[in-house]
Every structure is written in C-alpha cells, then in structure tokens.
C-alpha cells in the first residue's frame, strides 16, 4: 500500500540517503494512486519513483511489472506495513509474503509490520471499520505475523511494537507497545 503522501515518504528517505534508489510503490485505491502521481515530482534526478496499480493478492504480476524498473540481480527491500490483515485468510498472507521474498535474491530485506489481535478495543475497532463498508481488516496473533520471519535474519530491535522502532537513542512519541508488531529482517 503506498498510503496518502506524508511530510517523509518512502522514496524521500531512501534518496536522501542514496540519491539513485529506485522505488516502486504498489495500490489500488484510486484516491491513493493520484496522489502517488504527485509523489513523482518529489524523485532525485538520479533515481526513479514509480508505482504500480495492483492488487498484493497478485504478487506475481507485482513482480513481473517491478522488473521494468528494479534490478532483481540486487538486494531489494520489500515493504508491508500495515496493510496483510487484508489479506483474505492467513495462508494467503504467508502466499503473498512469501511469493515477493522469493523472487528477490540474498541479501534482500522484509520490512513489514500489522495489526495484532491482544487489544479487544483495536479488534472492535478494525470489526466497526468493516461494518461500515470498510474492505475487512482482519488483527491476527503476534505468533502468526512472527511466523512470516521464519526462515530470515531479524534485525535490532528483532519482532517488537512497531512503537519500539527507533533509530538511536532517539525519544519520539510513545513507546508503550501497541497492537502493531513487525520486525526488519534479511533474507539470508
């Protein structure tokens, strides 16, 4: 999910770091995608910013189409954050997840974060979002989006709230965990 344009976009942090990244944001909501038009302005004349519109439920034509603008001979980082619990079932989260890791080679890097289900208040919350209409979101157990890591090396802080997600000392907001757990890890 590309998500609505924010003060530091994906791309803009990347490039501040490595002017020639090349970043391919994926959606399908047509209010998202126009505003993914307007986040191409904002690209390093050395790198590329583009985005596809898809489906995660189709990993496959993702992929094919990201290979016009990523090198899959390279490490890639492959970002899922907070969008698998709409994912339709469980099996098809890890289908999707691990469809995308495969096509990338060692040395790659998931990042990828989600809703747990330890907070009944947030399962209520994500329960009235779909009775209004919403497309499902479904929190699952924190054993379950762990699992997605099986097979990779974690990265500092390891699989924590996403609250825990801090560069350095940095003191930022809160850091209570909340009903969103992830982890950063490479694909070895």
């Known amino acids: ?44 004349p050395e790198g590329v910013t583009t985005y596809i519109d898809a489906d995660y ?46 096509s990338v080679p060692s040395g790659s890097h998931l990042v990828m974060w989600d809703g747990t289900d330890d907070s009944k208040a947030y399962v209520t919350l994500c329960e009235n979002y779909t009775g209004t209409g919403g497309t499902p979101y479904v929190p699952r157990p924190q054993a379950q989006i762990k699992a ?15 609250t825990q997600w801090r560069a350095g000392e940095t003191e930022v907001g809160e850091t209570r965990p909340i009903s969103a757990y992830g982890a950063v890890a490479r694909k070895p």
Do not use: W
């Open 1 to 44: 999910g590309t998500g609505l344009p924010t003060m530091q976009n994906t791309h803009e942090v990347a490039q501040s770091v490595a002017p020639e990244c090349r970043i391919v944001y994926v959606d399908n909501d047509p209010l998202v995608l126009t505003h993914a038009r307007a986040l191409l302005t904002s690209t390093t």
């Open 57 to 102: 439920h189709d990993p496959e034509r993702i992929i094919n189409d990201a290979k016009h603008v990523l090198n899959f001979n390279e490490p890639i980082a492959v970002m899922f954050m907070g969008v698998l619990g709409h994912a339709k079932t469980y099996e098809d989260l890890l289908r999707i997840v691990h469809t995308v890791l495969d």
């Open 148 to 162: 997605v890591f099986d097979g990779l090396e974690l990265v500092e802080p390891g699989f924590v709230s996403i």
